[in-house]
Nanobody, 119 residues
Framework: QVQLVESGGGLVQAGGSLRLSCTASGRTFSVYTMGWLRQAPGKEREFVAA????????YYADSVKGRFTISRDNAKNTVYLQMNSLKPEDTAVYYC????????????WGQGTQVTVSS
């Protein structure tokens, strides 16, 4: 099992920045990718960004590409999401999640952290 604990959410004005962190524990050796997904009120959960744990390859949703950056610290089993140029549309609960194989579903989830962007 893998446990994920995320933090860093908060309130920010449009155009501002936030940095989310997610630390994994447990059987971290089994993690293939770690990613961020978000869900806004009344909307479906959507993919934001992901990173391969070993190779470091990154993937982004079109809506955040160029504004958000995902990174990792393997020694700390931690993934980060640097969010710049935030928009009100970015307001959502952000979840850290992990897969254990290349084409696998997200199997492990954090508790979520609220990001609110005011106009």
């Amino acid at each position: 099992q893998v446990q994920l604990v995320e933090s860093g959410g908060g309130l920010v004005q449009a155009g501002g920045s936030l940095r989310l962190s997610c630390t994994a524990s447990g059987r971290t050796f089994s993690v293939y990718t770690m990613g961020w997904l978000r869900q806004a009120p009344g909307k479906e959960r959507e993919f934001v960004a992901a990173i391969r744990w070993s190779g470091g390859n990154t993937y982004y949703a079109d809506s955040v590409k160029g504004r958000f950056t995902i990174s990792r610290d393997n020694a700390k089993n931690t993934v980060y999401l640097q969010m710049n140029s935030l928009k009100p549309e970015d307001t959502a609960v952000y979840y850290c999640a992990a897969t254990t194989r290349p084409l696998g579903e997200y199997e492990y989830w954090g508790q979520g952290t609220q990001v609110t962007v005011s106009s």
